[in-house]
């Protein structure tokens, strides 16, 4: 019994260990939250980042945007915007593969200062 209660305890802390909403993520100056939650959607839905970048943002035929290693900028806030807004033209492009404006896809202006804060973010926890 006294084995089955202490389960039950290790148990019930479990669970609320697991349910303690994760750390949250740095914000960019000039930026929210709320932008960066948004963001985090529009990188792996309608931004079609992750098709380049990967889910995880680790990284496939575009680069790793989750470390501090940044090819084409020094990765500030205002930076990241710009360069989503613009993408990689092919003949700037380090391993030669382009990045099409906005990734080639429909997002709006401000989907792209939610999406440019969300990488920001994933470099900065
Ligand atoms: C068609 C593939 C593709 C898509 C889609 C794509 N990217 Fe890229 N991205 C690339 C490539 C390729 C590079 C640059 C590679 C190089 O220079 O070698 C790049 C570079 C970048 C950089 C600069 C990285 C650095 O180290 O300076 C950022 C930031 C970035 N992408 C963000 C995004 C975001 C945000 C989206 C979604 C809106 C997106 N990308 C969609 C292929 C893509």
């Known amino acids: 019994m006294k084995?089955?209660?202490?389960?039950?305890?290790?148990?019930?802390?479990?669970?609320?260990v697991a349910t303690v909403p994760a750390k949250a993520q740095a914000v960019p100056e000039g930026a929210t939250?709320?932008?960066v939650d948004k963001g985090n959607e529009i990188f792996h839905k309608?931004?079609?980042?992750?098709?380049?970048?990967?889910?995880?943002?680790k990284g496939l035929v575009g680069p790793n945007l989750t470390d501090d290693v940044w090819i084409h900028s020094k990765g500030t806030y205002p930076e990241l915007i710009a360069q989503v807004m613009k993408g990689v033209p092919k003949e700037e492009?380090?391993?030669?593969?382009?990045?099409?404006?906005?990734?080639?896809?429909?997002?709006?202006?401000?989907?792209?200062?939610?999406?440019?804060a969300y990488v920001w973010s994933l470099s900065h926890k």
């Open 93 to 116: 492009s380090k391993s030669g593969v382009p990045m099409p404006a906005k990734g080639g896809s429909t997002i709006t202006d401000d989907d792209v200062k939610a999406v440019a």
């Open 33 to 35: 939250q709320a932008m």
């Open 46 to 57: 309608s931004g079609l980042c992750y098709a380049c970048h990967g889910q995880d943002a």
């Open 3 to 16: 084995t089955l209660l202490g389960s039950a305890v290790a148990f019930a802390t479990l669970v609320l």
